[in-house]
């Protein structure tokens, strides 16, 4: 069973800082890409930002400069530091991993965390 669970976020001023991490638990081969959505109400689930085993990284146009992905892939987990935090940065931020878990051969899953919630107050 492979689990993804995501800490981190809150309430926050517009302005401030805040970070997320995301742990990939369970019965784990090896993973690939791991990144961050976020999903405002009423709005579609959007990229955030990405980054592979190798440390590529990949972010939103919306976010650039202002937020950092990580990973530590001896502890299979990612991090998402955000700074100069906006109203709209206001979401659920949702953690995912394409992964191959332990018997799947080259088969690569992807698995989402359950969502944290980021409030900016203007």
């Known amino acids: 069973q492979v689990q993804l669970v995501e800490s981190g976020g809150g309430l926050v001023q517009d302005g401030g800082s805040v970070s997320l991490s995301c742990v990939a638990s369970g019965s784990i081969f090896s993973i690939n890409v791991m990144g961050w959505y976020r999903q405002a109400p009423g709005q579609q689930r959007e990229l955030v930002a990405t980054i592979t085993n190798d440390g590529s990284t990949n972010y939103a146009d919306s976010v650039k400069g202002r937020f950092t992905i990580s990973r530590d892939n001896t502890k299979n987990t990612v991090y998402l530091q955000m700074n100069s935090l906006k109203f709209e940065d206001t979401a659920v931020y949702y953690c995912?991993?394409?992964?191959?878990?332990?018997?799947?051969?080259?088969?690569?899953?992807?698995?989402w965390g359950q969502g944290t919630q980021v409030t900016v107050s203007s």
């Open positions: 995912n991993a394409d992964l191959t878990p332990y018997g799947m051969g080259r088969s690569v899953f992807r698995y």
